[in-house]
């Protein structure tokens, strides 16, 4: 069973662009959520995504969005890209609901690096 | 607000040595997750533990649910070079978001 698969695995970007990150989750997995983790402030919250309908937000600015596909895959993007949006972003798969599917499994996450 | 604590932050300690990380928290989670993450990488889920005092073992790591579900530790036996990593825990409620620690940062000299 093929594993969560996120691309691209390395990123360098500009200051005022913007990009977009892919994520596959495990096949019949249907939450994907998404994580910025950075030294200083570890994992943070994103966005959740489920039967492509963002189900949980996290303190983000709008600059961040979303949005998950049929098939589950789930794009995000980060638009007018700031140094400080410097970080790994991870995604997480899950089934989602009830007491055991809370379980996440990530991908390798994409390195972005803005300059 | 930081729901789960994880303590200690950073632990370094010598290849052989016994170690317990602790995650603690006010509020009460329908499950709890550890996971290891190695630099560069997604964390890599280690254990799922749901009742209330369950005792999970994976090889030399011991996990432990607290009886009213608001804590959890997790012990290392003769810790060894490759156990080195990042351990974060993370608490579940049922289709809410995951609560993330901020994670213990554990090197092991050989």
């Not at chain 1, 994907?32 to 919250?45: K, N, R």
């Not at chain 1, 980060?78 to 899950?94: I, Q, R």
């Not at chain 2, 990488?41 to 996990?63: A, D």
């Amino acid at each position: 069973k093929a594993g969560v698969t996120q691309t691209p695995r390395y990123l360098i970007k500009t200051r005022g662009q913007q990009v977009t990150l892919s994520c596959s989750p495990i096949s019949g997995h249907r939450s994907v959520s998404w994580y910025q983790q950075t030294p200083g402030q570890g994992l943070q919250f994103l966005f959740e995504y489920f039967s492509e309908t963002q189900r949980n937000k996290g303190n983000f600015p709008g600059r961040f969005s979303g949005r998950q596909f049929s098939n589950s895959r789930s794009e995000m993007n980060v638009s007018t890209l700031e140094l400080g949006d410097s970080a790994l972003y991870l995604c997480a798969s899950s089934l989602s609901g009830g007491r055991m599917n809370t379980e996440a499994f990530f991908g390798q996450g994409t390195r972005l690096t803005v300059v | 607000t930081q729901l789960l604590e994880q303590s200690p932050q950073f632990l370094s300690i010598q290849e052989g040595e016994n170690l317990t990380v602790y995650c603690n928290s006010s509020s009460v989670f329908s499950s709890l997750q550890w996971y290891r993450q190695e630099p560069g990488e997604g964390p890599v889920l280690l254990v799922t533990v749901v009742t209330g005092g369950e005792v999970k073992k994976l090889k030399r790591l011991t996990f432990q649910f607290g009886d009213a579900r608001k804590d959890s530790s997790l012990h290392i036996t003769a810790a060894q070079p490759g156990d080195t990593g990042l351990y974060l825990c993370a608490g579940g409620r049922g289709a809410q978001k995951l609560v993330f620690g901020q994670g213990t940062r554990l090197t092991i000299n050989p």
